[in-house]
């Protein structure tokens, strides 16, 4: 342990070594450290000529206000446990995003079940993140397909829906070319859109089976992307198709979007829900996060906050024609938020007052606090995509 400690990308053979790393740390092999290469920076704790950390980045863009916002994704992060207790994950957390923000990352998301350790270090969780499953049956009892067609395989023009559809929420990723193909080829994915005859693809789902241990097989929802609730309805039916093979459907951690035409459409609520890990966000550099948002059209405000990151610091915000910016100043702020709130707003995850002033955000006024949130709120959180 007396030896120094040093950090570096990864070469070839530190690339192979972390990947024996983390097969240790997890207890199993981590397929994303090979499925990723081409795409995923890698940096990694050297001691003693040995990898004892490290950790991969993706530097995508994620979608806030319906405008792409480049993020440093990280993902695979570990610790060797003989070196666990020293605080070397913080640090190791700097290293993996100081290569991503020196190419633009201006805000950061994780998955990690280490909350506590995460909030330390300034992400939070803008909304829950849960899993679903409902009888196959029940699926099938409810909802009717109308006149949609199923058809099997993934065309650009559902591939242009995806993206069209991603921009309606806070948090989906802006999936680069590779994306599909990286999430196919891993999880040896089924891909179907959905479309009404002689119409455009409005639907596009994606699953996952495998053989159920006693009979039929196991079904996983991974994708589930609908332009209108008649199409969700119909892709919900066409899960229920399933029920000769299939007794549940299960929804992946955050791949059922979180609107209601499950729990609206059911005729016996009988869904079981788990919770996760929340993905969170952090803001690394305030002003050009602001600056890249997408924000309202029809909002015009200039409203003084403060933000705490240690110290107090005074900005004005200044939203007009769909375009915001964020500029230190000398006036006393009307809100204050800490960093980790700052990145629940920004995400949009206060849907009211209510839910801001109970998470500790103070506002001198509830109008005031409205104002901020309406700011942000146009679009719910929702992070289908995993990294």
Not at 192 to 219: D, I, M, Q, V
Not at 307 to 314: L, V
Not at 326 to 341: D, K, L, W
Request: glycine share 8%.
């Amino acid at each position: 342990m007396n030896q120094q400690l040093t950090f570096a990308p990864a070469d070839d053979r530190l690339w192979e070594q972390y990947g024996q790393l983390a097969t240790r740390a997890y207890g199993h092999p981590i397929g994303d450290i090979t499925h990723l290469r081409e795409h995923a920076a890698l940096q990694v704790a050297v001691r003693g000529g040995r990898v004892v950390a490290g950790g991969l980045g993706l530097l995508v863009d994620q979608f806030f206000g319906g405008t792409p916002v480049p993020s440093a994704c990280l993902g695979d992060g570990c610790v060797a446990p003989e070196e666990r207790g020293g605080h070397l994950a913080a640090t190791m957390t700097a290293e993996r995003l100081r290569p991503l923000t020196e190419r633009g990352a201006v805000i950061s998301t994780i998955s990690t079940s280490s909350t506590g350790y995460a909030r330390r270090l300034g992400w939070e969780a803008p909304t829950d993140v849960l899993a679903w499953a409902v009888a196959t049956d029940d699926l099938k009892r409810s909802f009717t397909t109308e006149d949609f067609e199923a058809e099997h395989g993934l065309t650009d023009e559902a591939e242009a829906l995806q993206r069209d559809l991603a921009r309606r929420w806070n948090g989906p990723v802006y999936r680069p070319t590779w994306w599909t193909r990286w999430k196919r080829d891993k999880s040896n994915l089924t891909t179907y859109r959905f479309a009404r005859p002689a119409h455009p693809t409005t639907g596009l789902l994606s699953l996952t089976t495998k053989r159920h241990e006693r009979h039929g097989t196991s079904l996983t929802v991974h994708d589930f992307w609908a332009a209108d609730q008649p199409t969700a309805a119909a892709m919900l039916a066409f899960l229920g198709h399933h029920n000769t093979r299939a007794r549940t459907i299960t929804f992946r951690r955050g791949a059922l979007p979180p609107y209601p035409t499950l729990l609206h459409g059911l005729r016996h609520h009988r869904t079981t829900a788990e919770a996760w890990h929340p993905w969170m966000l952090r803001i690394l550099d305030i002003p050009e996060a602001i600056r890249l948002r997408g924000w309202p059209d029809d909002l015009t405000t200039a409203v003084p906050i403060e933000i705490e990151n240690g110290d107090r610091s005074r900005w004005m915000l200044q939203i007009k024609d769909g375009t915001a910016e964020i500029v230190p100043t000398q006036v006393q702020g009307q809100a204050t938020f800490t960093r980790r709130q700052l990145a629940v707003w920004y995400a949009g995850g206060y849907r009211s007052t209510t839910s801001a002033r109970m998470a500790g955000v103070h506002a001198e006024s509830e109008k005031t606090l409205a104002t901020l949130l309406r700011s942000t709120t146009q679009f719910e959180p929702w992070l289908p995509d995993h990294f």
